[in-house]
């Protein structure tokens, strides 16, 4: 990949990265009710999980889901769900010091397997695969967009929950809080909308490049 290919990735990466999500909103929220430190494994699940879609996608997962969108629209119930769940923990959760029921970061397996049903992190790979790879490359462009991921992506989502831990000290007075986590929980259900509700929602394209042709390069 060149790099005027090199630079338009990072600038995707960059922007979709650091762009409102479901990821960024549980991590700002989980920086301001615990800090950084509680939050690693969440964010070493994120760079996990997603580097794992990203590379089932491009073995084929996405022309898969194009064929059966009966698949696709179970992964959208299921991320629903879960997105569903985290808002109810995250609204009812306690605020006071030291209690059991605070709002806490998502472990390392439940923030990995989280990324197979989130929305935005489907709509982040297919679209990096379907643009910046070719089937004469095929492999070392996925590679490289997986280190970009890497390289770009994780210190980006990592500012939302250095950005939480900034506010811990003024939102641990009073009732600041809890209102800031209901805040949080009501953006994670307003992302529900445009899962079901956006024009373009269902079905997921396909990468554009196809496992069957990578096959066949090496053979």
Not at 68 to 76: D, E, F, S
Not at 116 to 138: E, H, I, Y
């Amino acid at each position: 990949m060149t790099l005027e290919h090199l630079l338009p990735l990072i600038g995707f990466v960059a922007v979709m990265s650091g762009t409102p999500g479901p990821n960024n909103l549980m991590l700002m929220a989980a920086g301001a009710n615990v800090g950084w430190r509680p939050c690693l494994p969440h964010l070493l699940g994120i760079a996990f999980g997603c580097q794992a879609l990203l590379w089932s996608l491009a073995l084929g997962l996405g022309g898969l889901l194009a064929h059966y969108p009966a698949l696709n629209w179970g992964l959208r119930l299921i991320g629903a769900g879960f997105l569903l769940t985290l808002a109810w923990r995250l609204a009812s959760a306690r605020t006071r010091p030291g209690d059991q029921r605070a709002a806490r970061p998502l472990t390392f397996s439940q923030a990995a397997l989280f990324q197979a049903v989130n929305p935005k992190a489907w709509m982040m790979m297919l679209t990096a695969l379907a643009t910046f790879t070719g089937p004469s490359r095929f492999v070392a462009d996925v590679a490289l967009v997986a280190l970009c991921y890497l390289l770009v992506g994780l210190p980006l989502i990592s500012a939302w929950n250095l950005g939480g831990v900034v506010l811990k000290a003024r939102l641990h007075q009073g009732h600041r809080l809890r209102h800031f986590n209901r805040a949080m929980a009501v953006l994670l259900l307003a992302l529900l909308y445009p899962v079901f509700f956006s024009a373009d929602a269902p079905p997921l394209p396909a990468p554009a490049a196809t496992p069957p042709q990578w096959w066949l390069s090496v053979m």
